[in-house]
């Protein structure tokens, strides 16, 4: 057999990345725990700590003083424990917000998992499974207060209080979550309202409700320990949090090419971006496969009869996006923008510090969370 070939290195400097701002990050967290006078202030890092990377994004946030973090599902809660351990972080909670099933106890036991347990039938599954392995631990429980997602309702309290005295479960946090934490509907007042009285059912027990909006809303909301998530990645949450948080994110990607084009041409799939004057075009290295959504194209589908289109960020300037986003290549027009400026290898900044992420959002039609979240692989993670 053939020795093999030692891998060739490839130059990715073309390639699309995400520049994570570790600083930025870690002042986000602060600015929310200072936020927080009655407790402590967590951090939600699911879905891969909102696709930057879950472990890194962990170990910076414990460095800024977070120990509590929230993830999805048990997978991710061992795949955080292992990524801590190894970082020698010891100390740290890691809650699993959508609870365990049976066959997941003794994973969730060996990784120190705590679930948020949201149905009776959890209940019963998490008790049998450590009966089953002879031993205690904690869980949290999650309330049903308006939002009509997850959580236990009022006529289960008395099923749940008596596990509790009977020293089958052990609570250690009653959680629910708001659903208009960052609109002035009357409902985050309804649920604190009904937090409330259904967490008299466990006196003595940390109470946690506020999310990244909820964070700003005052002692009234906070409570014992608060669960910001969009906020620690820059993303906007609410009014109140205007002007102070700052971009954790930077996406980029390079031109490919720049070309000439005239006044009445087209631009992209579908002559979507008709040109109304001679244009010189930059065609860049990212596409809705790298996550940059076809929904921010700046002409050529049916948000843009209601907003304007995206923009980018190259150069000093702020230019628009052209036509259709397709899979792999975004047009941007570069008219105005010197032409020694704008070649080959150039960045474009499609958002972070010069384009605001939830500008592009709004673009799209969709909240910050789905363009972190939707990054794709191919979109290379680079830590400062």
């Known amino acids: 057999m053939a020795a093999s070939t030692p891998a060739t290195p490839i130059d990715r400097s073309r390639m699309p990345r995400v520049e994570i701002d570790t600083a930025a990050l870690k002042a986000n967290w602060r600015t929310l725990d200072a936020l927080n006078v009655t407790g402590r202030t967590g951090a939600a890092v699911k879905a ?8 890194r994004i962990a170990a910076a946030l414990y460095e800024a003083g977070c120990r509590d973090f929230f993830v999805a599902w048990p997978e991710e809660g061992v795949a955080l424990r292992e990524s801590l351990d190894a970082a ?31 149905s009776l039938a959890e209940i019963a599954a998490w008790c049998e499974g450590l009966e089953r392995a002879g031993t205690k631990a904690p869980a949290a429980l999650q309330l049903e207060t308006g939002m009509n997602r997850l959580g236990l309702d009022a006529a289960d309290l008395p099923i749940v209080r008596a596990a509790v005295a009977g020293g089958t479960l052990d609570v250690a946090l009653v959680m629910s979550h708001l659903a208009s934490a960052d609109e002035e509907t009357g ?3 309804e ?7 259904m967490a008299e059912a466990f ?26 998530g969009i906020a620690l990645y820059g993303g906007r949450a609410g009014a109140p949090s205007e002007g102070r948080l700052k ?27 008709r040109l109304s004057r001679d244009t010189r075009i930059a065609t860049v290295g990212l596409g809705y496969a790298d996550g940059y959504l076809r929904a921010a194209s700046g002409a050529g589908v049916p948000l843009r009869e209601m907003r304007p ?6 150069a000093g300037h702020s230019v628009p996006v052209l036509g259709r986003v397709s899979m792999d290549m975004t047009l941007i027009d570069v008219t105005d923008v010197p032409a020694e400026l704008v070649e080959p290898g150039t960045r474009v900044e499609f958002f972070g510090p010069n384009v605001a992420i939830d500008d592009v959002a709004d673009a799209a039609g969709t909240i910050a969370y789905e363009l972190l979240t939707g990054l794709g692989r191919r979109v290379e993670r680079v830590w400062r």
Do not use: M
């Open 203 to 228: 006196p003595g027990v940390p109470r946690s409700l506020a999310n990244s909006s909820g964070s700003f809303l005052g002692p009234d909301f906070t409570f014992d320990l608060t669960r910001p």
């Open 191 to 197: 649920q604190r309202a009904v937090f409330l009285a």
């Open 48 to 55: 891969d700590g909102y696709g930057l990377g879950a472990g």
């Open 309 to 314: 289109g995206a923009t980018a960020f190259v």
């Open 247 to 273: 971009p954790v994110a930077s996406l980029t990607a390079a031109v490919l090419q720049v070309r000439g084009a005239r006044a009445g041409e087209a631009a992209g799939y579908g002559a979507a971006g």
């Open 187 to 189: 409902q985050r007042e």
């Open 88 to 118: 020698g972080v010891a100390d740290a909670t890691i809650y699993v917000l959508q609870g365990v099933w049976l066959p997941d106890v003794p994973a969730c036991l060996a990784a120190r998992l705590v679930p948020v347990l949201s």
